[in-house]
């Protein structure tokens, strides 16, 4: 009867959960945030339908576990390395000034010391799922406040495994004793080392050999095995399961295989995932939200603003603009997901009761629907804050009031610095605008010409010179920014030639109305290359391919981009693949047909393909006889159809045909 039970309530939140993925998707609004709505409407406070919350609470677990696993995978050293500076700076402050203001804030209100921490420690988590959405659904998560809210959240997310270790210390149990608390968190971060250097050696190799097997069954059972057995020793050491979790995502996410472990382990994580959050959604009582609202209502907005607040005030004082504050402290405003998993671990350890768990979840969930309502205002506060005046060192603007006939940089990254470099060996004057304060500091001491500002705005725009500029080219990840300078720009210099770099083809169209000369989209120049790579590879003269990428381009990529593409717009390729062609080989050390004569190598008869000429110590012998010998060194010249000279060069290779 308690496994019917249990297929019965698993069948339930499977099927509440396809309903809510789908709404939720087209009210553009987390799908986890319905997932733990659907957990107060279908638990035991709600409609009753679920029956045995212990059994899902248990597969919940493995929800933790998983996601702990994929975030590890997407962190990886390599990453963390890359954003160290923010990572440190920002992460870190936000960490510490939310937990001890909040702290501070929970003492002074009456509840005990050890709660007041562990609360702290709890609001201090955003959602990396919430965030990371909103970014991508605006192609902003390579944007300032894009990498900076990605840091902070990164950090965040690191943060759990401590934080996980230090709970028995915050206990409010009397039987557990502090020393011997402190003894088995020694014990459990040296477990921690040991595993993180044995998996660092020894997980990557095991992980080749699965591969080596070419089972995609055996590699996703090795995988898994590998997920659940370093979570069991974690647990086996006094930790919990989710940190062995992390621990094998992190040293996995350096290996050649890592892409394919997501691919595997993403649908899964996903399915347990919505148990996992329908399971948290079960525990609150949704009677005690209709009860309190005004108590709901006033935690959340507090909650927010107090973190929004926070965060604008350390991007500030990393000397970024109040636009780039304003939309990190939105984003990362809400309370995440890991606050549930570390709430969960909480209770276990009488850190918070009842009411007060009840108030912090209800309080979480709505901080979360909040802040993609909040972020919606994104285009407004760019505007507003477009009209504060920015303040500029008198050297940038006697350097900027000399330029004329100059190029206007936007963005300061590989794109950015590359064409500096080359307009600086060419002797074109330019000037770089960059909203990274240390890169500006940095790249002034280095002689090069940047200032510190926003693209968008009007005033630093004219003191760049902008009416006097004949190009301006934008090689920022910011597309609301460029749009918005776009229009700036144009109305002070409209003869001004603008080039701008988008990732996605469907910004084209927009931006070309918006007054841009020429738009380069990173999407379909990689189809270009693609494109281009395989007539090459089918031996279409040169002239012909450029003419073809040419075409594409004039276009403005609208041949590519139409559902059905006009082949007649083509120069016929088949009619190209159809004639004969000359095709060069060079015959190294490893030719099975040196010392040999053409007769016996009998190329013509094998393949349909003629050897007219071969190219020896700088000399050609222009119509070789039977007679002649194939030898080390010669560059020979075939002629004959496509088809053939493949047929040819593939024989040479080593290659047989029946």
């Excluded at 504050?325 to 939105?330: F, R, S, Y």
């Excluded at 918005?484 to 002070?492: A, C, T």
Aim: net charge neutral.
């Amino acid at each position: 009867m308690n496994e019917f039970l249990v297929i019965q309530d698993i069948v339930i939140i499977l099927l509440v959960s396809l309903p809510i993925i789908f709404i939720f998707r087209k009210l553009n609004l987390p799908s986890l945030v319905g997932f733990l709505l659907a957990g107060m409407i279908i638990g035991p406070y709600g409609f009753k339908l679920i029956k045995s919350v212990d059994e899902i609470e248990v597969m919940a677990e493995i929800g933790v576990i998983l996601l702990m696993f994929t975030i590890g995978l997407e962190v990886s050293f390599t990453q963390i390395n890359r954003i160290k500076k923010f990572l440190i700076t920002a992460g870190g402050l936000q960490f510490l000034i939310t937990s001890a203001v909040t702290f501070l804030i929970f003492v002074f209100a009456g509840i005990p010391f050890n709660q007041s921490i562990f609360l702290g420690f709890l609001l201090a988590l955003s959602s990396t799922v919430i965030i990371m959405k909103l970014l991508s659904d605006r192609n902003e998560i390579e944007s300032p406040h894009g990498k900076i809210s990605v840091s902070i959240s990164l950090f965040q997310d690191l943060m759990i495994v401590p934080l996980f270790l230090i709970l028995p210390i915050l206990s409010t149990d009397k039987n557990i004793d502090t020393i011997n608390a402190l003894i088995k968190i020694g014990v459990a971060f040296g477990a921690t080392a040991v595993l993180l250097f044995a998996a660092k050696y020894f997980m990557p190799p095991i992980v080749h050999q699965i591969a080596r097997l070419r089972m995609r069954e055996a590699f996703t059972v090795g995988i898994i095995l590998l997920i659940l057995g370093t979570a069991y020793i974690t647990h086996l050491s006094g930790l919990s399961f989710a940190i062995g979790a992390f621990i094998a995502g992190l040293i996995l996410a350096d290996s050649d295989y890592n892409h394919q472990i997501l691919a595997e382990i993403l649908t899964l994580r996903d399915a347990f995932n919505s148990i996992f959050f329908v399971s948290v959604g079960l525990l609150l009582n949704i009677q005690f939200v209709i009860h309190n609202p005004l108590l709901i209502s006033v935690i959340t907005v507090s909650a927010f603003i107090l973190k929004a607040f926070i965060i604008i005030l350390i991007v500030l004082a990393l000397k970024y603009p109040l636009r780039i504050a304003i939309l990190c402290g939105i984003g990362l405003g809400q309370i995440g997901e890991f606050s549930f998993v570390l709430a969960q671990a909480g209770t276990k350890f009488n850190l918070i009761g009842n009411d007060l768990y009840n108030s912090f979840l209800a309080s979480s969930i709505f901080t979360m629907i909040l802040t993609p309502i909040i972020f919606q205002l994104e285009p407004w506060i760019t505007r507003q804050t477009a009209k504060l005046k920015s303040r500029i060192d008198d050297e940038e603007v006697k350097y900027a009031e000399k330029l004329s006939a100059h190029v206007i940089i936007a963005g300061y990254g590989l794109n950015g610095r590359n064409l500096a470099r080359v307009l600086r060996e060419t002797g074109i004057k330019y000037i770089v605008i960059e909203l990274n304060p240390d890169t500006v500091r940095q790249e002034k001491q280095n002689g090069e010409y940047i200032m510190f500002g926003d693209i968008s705005r009007e005033d630093i725009l004219k003191i760049a010179g902008a009416e006097r500029a004949n190009v301006i080219v934008y090689a920022i990840s910011d597309p609301l920014i460029t749009r918005m300078s776009l229009k700036v720009v144009k109305s002070l210099n409209p003869s001004i030639y603008a080039l701008v770099r988008t990732r996605y083809i469907n910004e084209v169209d927009e931006l070309i109305k918006l007054g841009a000369d020429e738009v380069i989209p990173e999407e379909f120049e990689t189809a270009l290359q693609i494109f281009r790579k395989v007539l090459e590879k089918y031996h279409i003269p040169l002239n012909v391919i450029m003419q073809q990428v040419t075409l594409l381009r004039q276009e403005s990529y609208r041949l590519l981009r139409k559902e059905a593409m006009d082949i007649t717009a083509f120069t016929h390729l088949d009619e190209i693949l159809a004639q004969g062609l000359t095709e060069t080989f060079f015959v190294n050390e490893d030719c099975s047909f040196i010392n040999k004569t053409l007769a016996e190598i009998n190329l013509r008869a094998q393949t349909d393909a003629t050897i007219i000429a071969i190219v020896r110590d700088g000399n050609m012998i222009s119509n070789p006889s039977g007679k002649d010998i194939l030898m080390a060194g010669d560059t020979i010249i075939l002629y004959g159809t496509h088809k053939s000279v493949d047929r040819a060069i593939e024989l040479l290779n080593g290659g047989k045909f029946e």
